[in-house]
């Protein structure tokens, strides 16, 4: 636990000047809130005793006035600065959280549960807060307000300020004490959220096929066990807290009860400082209050941080080269005794794979359902690594190559392509931001899809909906089309672009395939020919290899 909350803390190190800030500002305002008791105690028990505790008379109180006005203002910027630093190191976390994912998505992680994803991306990385705001901010406070209680009680008398200050400093260790008790709860209260959160988003994100399949009381009775798994796991974690509340209260009346002791002791010369004590003390309570809850909140802190680091750290698919070789210029491919299977038992795609594209051959590539085809596509792109054998884009071997730059060399209309939830410019845009408008144009037209999207009265502005739900899987389909025929990348890869379109436009698109593409290599993946493709050479997937086939 240890370990991920200091990693955690490394990771906001760009944001040290607004946290520390954070933190001065509440040891500010807790000094302030000591002077202010400190203050008024020396008042009255010098008004008791008619004596002096320290010297340099009344005029001390002078400073009650500025201190009252000063004490509010610095809680008021004490929370505006702390929270500004905590937005600010959460935005940070979850670019960075969002960038790893990114690399390790690809080729599936063992982490497909979407509802589960995003609740590390959005819960799991909100709970971090509770490491600066639930126990750095109020345990820094916490330890100047019992350094300032010893230095004034010391100057009076030594016994006194130990009576008072320890049991007060013993309130501090109580987190690092409480927290590895709790972190066993802490897990469960953060495993069992992203169970939740699982079991909502599944059926909700397929609602259609939920309420087709009448799995929705199915659907509503595991949202309810995992409801009740993760308040059960919730009570486990707050026990611990009231365990921590109660040590702190303890520990609190332990320091004034000290001060009343060492009054009773010391007898009428004693009364002054030990009503001082006893103010301080009571002032100490405010400063010390979130300490013991601290300790649950660094154990659920520190479960978050182990979810999110657990997802970070997977290996990424494809390791990239350490130090990458330049670019070639051309672009052709070359694939040599490819063997590739996707884990290490299981059953082989590739065995002994050739394949040559050079630059402008349009190849289609045949195949029964689950041969290799996609498979293909994805070791084209570095979304998945041979295990042995080569593949070479213009005569560089491609894991000597960065991912990025053969992805802009590469694009690919996957089978499952899908529209963002934004406008059909933007969606065109993805693979090319600073392409003009009639470009957008060319790629809708010779996608089949211009005049749809003339039609509409707002035109290239007009919101595709979540996963293009604003269009008809057909529509949707020569839309991905249109943003992969507008990359300039020199090597297409076409996976059954036809797909969910009516045998007209399919036929219509494919005859236009050889001008939609010109001076591209195509590598043209589908089930069948329609016999209008025109393709240089016809390939067929079969026991792991490619061999000629005749249409
Ligand atoms: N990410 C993956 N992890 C593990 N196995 C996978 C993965 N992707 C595909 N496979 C497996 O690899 C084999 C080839 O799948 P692939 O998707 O390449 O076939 P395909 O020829 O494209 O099929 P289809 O025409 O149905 O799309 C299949 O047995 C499939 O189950």
Redesign the pocket.
Known sequence: MTADLLRVLSLWRGRAGWLLAGMAMACGAVLAGLALLGLAGRGVAEGVTQAAVFTGGAAALIWLRPVIILRPLLRYLERLVTHAATFRALADTRIWFFRRLAERLP??LGFRRAGDLLGRLVSDIDALDRVYLGALVPGVAGVAAVLAIALILGAIDPALAALVALPLALALLLPPLLAPGAAAAGQRVAESQGALRAVVVDPLTGIEDTLAAGAEPRASARVAREGVALAEAQRALARRGAWGGAAGALLGQAAMLGALGYGLAMGEAGVAAAVLGLFLATAAGEALGLMPRAGAALAAAGASARRLFEAADQAPPVAEPTTPAAMPKGHAIRIRDLQFA??KD??P?FEGLDLDVPEGARIALL????????????LLLKL?APQSGSITLGGADLATLPADAVRARIACLT?DARLFDDSIEANLRIGRPEAEEGALWQALDRAGIGEVVRSLPEGLATRCGEAGARFSGGQARRLVLARALLSEAPVLIL??PAAGLDPETERAFLETLGEATAGRSVIL?V?RLVGVERPTRILR?AAGRAMPAMG
């Open positions: 080729a599936g996707w884990t299981g059953p795609v195949g029964p359902s689950g041969i290799g085809k996609s498979t293909l596509a994805s998945a089978q996976d059954e993946i089930h997937l």
